[in-house]
């Protein structure tokens, strides 16, 4: 939520950060805006509306400074307005600050800062972080080069609440101050130059070499350094960690849309996330993990923990460590598990799934399963994110940066990941079970037929073209194909804005059914050969209440009974959600694609949610 760029260097820093901004925008994009420091002081451009409404502003061309800080909103204390965009200025127009997050407390601190004579021009909550820097500043009598970060520091002191923000300051005209907490951001190093941002992909073409923060640790940047301290403004010593992603694969290359290029990375992604984990005649290993054959026979729970299409793959892992360890696995949401007061002891293992590492929800259930006394497992995509610096373990899928809002490679990869992971359980456990081996050679055959089922894609957007306009589409399934028809259904909702509801295809008949009318759309995923049946006869009810149907199946079944059925290569269903589901992330594609929407941005949505 919210995209944040700096740049501290020797080149013109306004292209920079506009560049910056514009791939950040899928983290937001109410309002953006940018500040650079100018021969007469902070200059600040800003404007409602993407990101691109920058370049018209007046005078944006004339910028000459080569130090600025940059940000995309997505609205959370008062409406997108030119006022309410960032960077925010303090009244003596010392300070300008961009910010990511949620000061919690900041009515106390507007009301303390309005008595001490500040007055406010913005709804929002990170106005008064400029002026409470400068109250700070005005009030330390010592002029020294650490005047400006102890004004920072004791500010920061003060808010309670997520924060990552970029300071700077007229009188220190070269430098730049960064701080996090809670809230994503990283330094990129460059030649003479400095790069900040809210994420890696943003400022790859620039430099593959980064700092990452942690929580509350001061950097003061200047064009050949960075310096870090620790809230007591002791120095700390910290190194760049270089980061494998090429700057290509955070490029369309081609691709109308990133979604479209991420569906058609996932062979990739699964072949990469499988890495060398897996082949087919020895155990599988993760290198990062050290759990014995001890501690899983004391656990007598997991929980698996995240949100949105994260927790859509956890339910892929549930029945993968369910059947294959029989230890019992719950699948919970981020944002319910903490406030509903989980059983939860040093014999629960947590598993915390987020793409972007920095979900507040799910970090926050992390906290809490830690002071509990369980062991925590986290699997994010992006290396050094908060998610896996707040873990006991971590391991990682290998899907590359995923740009486009709609998940759709890092889900895949999710639920390949968490297969290997109760491979990895079930072997350390010594459960002897067959279908480890067949299951092995399921998951190495993966990417080639991943490939063979991005082959659907035509077929898939002919049906498209015929639903496109619909207002309500369901889907259905039993067993693992419902997990698939909650992750169909999520997608749809996201990019097309069509009302999409997922049901079990038992329960069908226990209500929804009655929002089944003429020519209602029904996609119905079939893939458990024992349950195939069973979902035909639920989806021969819906047909009989003259629903048009979509089926997808890796089954041989009388397609003349549905308007369309797309067939995928057979496989087991313990993989099968990562091939199932591709043929449905290309409909809801299609279906946006029809509608001429915004496919990788779409509306009140932003790619890592990190407030609450
Ligand atoms: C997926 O299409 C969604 N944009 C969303 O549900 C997402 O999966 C969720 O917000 C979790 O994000 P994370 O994986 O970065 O934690």
Not at 93 to 106: A, P
Not at 583 to 597: D, M, R, T
Request: glycine letters at 6%; charged letters at 30%; aromatic letters at 8%.
């Amino acid at each position: 939520m919210c995209g944040i760029v700096g740049y501290i260097g020797t080149k013109k820093a306004s292209p920079i950060l506009i560049n910056g901004l514009l791939r950040l925008e899928y983290r937001g994009y109410d309002s953006a805006g940018i500040a650079t420091i100018e021969k007469d002081g902070i200059s600040l451009m800003k404007d409602k509306g993407r990101v691109k409404n920058l370049y018209n502003l007046e005078g944006i061309d004339d910028l000459e400074g080569t130090i600025g800080i940059a940000h995309t909103r997505w609205a959370t204390h008062g409406k997108p307005s030119k006022e309410n965009s960032h960077p925010h200025i303090d009244n003596s127009k010392t300070f300008s600050v961009v910010h990511n997050g949620i000061i919690e407390n900041y009515h106390e601190l507007r009301e303390f800062l309005a008595d001490n004579g500040y007055t406010f021009y913005s709804q929002t909550d990170t106005e008064v972080i400029p002026n409470l820097i400068h109250y700070y500043y005005s009030k330390d009598e010592k002029n020294d080069e650490l005047k400006f970060l102890r004004a920072v520091r004791n500010a920061c002191k003060d808010l309670k609440g997520s924060f990552a923000i970029e300071v700077v300051c007229k009188d220190y005209p070269d430098n730049m101050i960064v701080v996090r907490k809670d809230s994503p951001l990283v330094i990129g190093k460059g030649d003479g130059e400095n790069y900040i941002s809210s994420d890696i992909p943003a400022i790859l073409s620039f430099t593959r070499d980064f700092y990452l923060l942690n929580d509350l640790e001061f950097v003061i940047l200047s064009r050949n350094d960075a310096k870090f301290y620790d809230i007591d403004l002791k120095p700390i010593d910290k190194k760049t960690k270089t980061i494998e992603w090429n700057a290509s694969s955070a490029e369309k290359d081609g691709f109308d849309d990133y979604m479209l290029k991420e569906i058609y990375e996932q062979p990739t992604a699964i072949r990469e996330t499988i890495g060398s984990k897996l082949t087919e005649n020895s155990k599988c290993e993760f290198e990062d993990l050290t759990f014995t054959k001890e501690y899983l026979q004391s656990i007598n729970k997991i929980y698996i923990v995240a949100c949105g299409t994260a927790m859509h793959a956890g339910l892929a892992g549930k029945n993968a460590i369910e059947k294959l360890c029989k230890i019992p696995t719950e699948v919970d949401i981020a944002s319910e598990f903490r406030y509903r007061d989980p059983i939860i002891d040093e014999k629960t293992l947590c598993i915390f799934i987020s793409q972007s590492g920095e979900t507040a929800d799910t970090i926050a259930a992390l906290k809490l399963s830690r002071e509990k006394g369980a062991k925590t497992l986290a699997i994010s995509n992006v290396i050094g994110s908060s998610i896996t610096r707040e873990a006991d373990y971590s391991i990682y899928t290998h899907a590359g940066p995923e740009i486009a809002v709609a998940s759709t490679k890092a889900y895949t990869s999710q639920v390949v990941l968490l297969i290997l992971l109760s491979i990895y359980f079930a072997e350390l456990l010594e459960i002897k079970n067959e279908d480890i081996a067949n299951l092995k050679k399921e998951v190495l055959e993966l990417p080639k037929k991943i490939e063979e089922t991005l082959k659907t894609s035509e077929v898939v957007k002919e049906f498209s073209k015929k639903v496109y306009q619909e207002k309500d589409m369901f889907f259905l399934g039993r067993g693992i194909d419902e997990t698939v028809a909650k992750e169909g259904s999520l997608k749809l909702k996201e990019i097309s804005y069509i009302h999409a509801e997922s049901y079990a295809a038992g329960e069908l008949k226990h209500g929804p059914i009655a929002l089944i009318e003429n020519d209602v759309t029904v996609i119905g995923i079939m893939t458990d050969p024992k349950l195939v049946e069973k979902t035909i006869s639920n989806i021969q009810e819906v047909v009989t209440r003259g629903a048009k149907t979509l089926i997808v199946t890796n089954q041989d079944i009388d397609d003349k009974r549905f308007d369309m059925v797309i067939h995928i290569p057979h496989t087991n269903t313990f993989v099968s959600p990562i091939l199932s589901i591709i043929p449905l992330q290309l409909f809801s594609y299609y279906i946006s694609k029809e509608k001429g929407l915004d496919v990788d941005k779409p509306r009140n949505l932003a790619k890592s949610v990190t407030v609450e």
